[in-house]
């Protein structure tokens, strides 16, 4: 590979780290970068931080203060980054600006994304097929494609032998090897595709609810009947992502938050889980009152629906308006779901709770087990979490 600055490389450094809002699009910028700055060798990059020739404005003043540069054609008020850090917020919030609204709509791909911003970005009209060419070297770069992915150590078969067998192939066998990295390290990196390889293997034991791209819609998957044990079966469940979560940071799963969606439709719900404005929310899964389950949030990422306790739980949504009970189908795949989940996570009964008793301002969830609340105030903690109990006892739930 051609040869890069130390700053570009210490800037490559820090964005590999940096949390962005859409880190798919991670290599596309870098390509980007690498073509606006000769690869970190511009005066702009060496003096003034900048790597993509941004020009400054005032929307800038937060990362960069203004600087006169003799350019080719005239010199002209350039941005200069206090800093990498501020750079690399710089330029996405230079994206804010008014000649490149609606770019979040075109940024499902890496392509789509520049070939929206290039031809504003810049007049060449060549720009956008200079920076597509240059992705390949960008996602090295980035050590997207590393040359020793990690290991793959889990496959969570039920079938240890055929989890040997697996490993090995997937770990030793050069031509697997490559594939994993070209089919899935493409925008997310080894971890993503070892945790997708995984969730494709794990057919065998249960349905999958996973995607390989945020963004992408799965396919149904239909259960597969499990090994012959009483293992729990995870029901079927559509993957549609949700933008809104964030990490657990190691903290693991031991309680599940049964809510209701105060809601008519399943659809509606979904909707309001993909929205990246207002306030944003998200739960790992929504039952419909037709029995319907969605998935939107992995099980292993936090998903946002109860303020103080997502790190550590599992969020379902049941779809109901207030004074509704849970319908009967929607109660079938609920419990169903819930076994699967105790036994996947090794939660006990007792931490299955109402999200009223998350200390938060909520009624939720609601009426979902009217028939089994007791005395004393409908809406309560207490009330909510007895009924829920009485509800799992019911259904064998012990
Ligand atoms: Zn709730």
Redesign the pocket.
Known sequence: MAKITEKFSNLLKLYKTTKIKYPHLKPISVAQWILESGRGKSELAQRYNNFSGIKYRTELRDYARRVRVKVKDGSHYYAHFFDLESFIAGYWANLARKPYQGWQKAAKTPADFIRFIGPIWADDPEYVQKVLTLLPEAEQRLGLFSAKPKSVTNLNLPNEALQERLLALFNEEPFIRRLRQTMFGHAFGDLLADEALAAILSQNKSSPAVACCDGDEDVEAEPRPGPRSSRPVKPASRYIPSPNWSSRNGVRIDHI????TVSTTLESVIAQFQKRTGKRRSAHYIIGRDGRLVQMVRDTRKAW??NGKNSRSI?I?HVAMPGQQIAKAQEKTSIALLRWLMAEYHIPKANIIP?RCVPRN?R??GDLFAKYKTGGDPYSCRVQRDALQAWLSDHGIE
């Open positions: 938050v049964i809510h209701y629906h109860a969020g949504e999200h909520t939720c969830c």
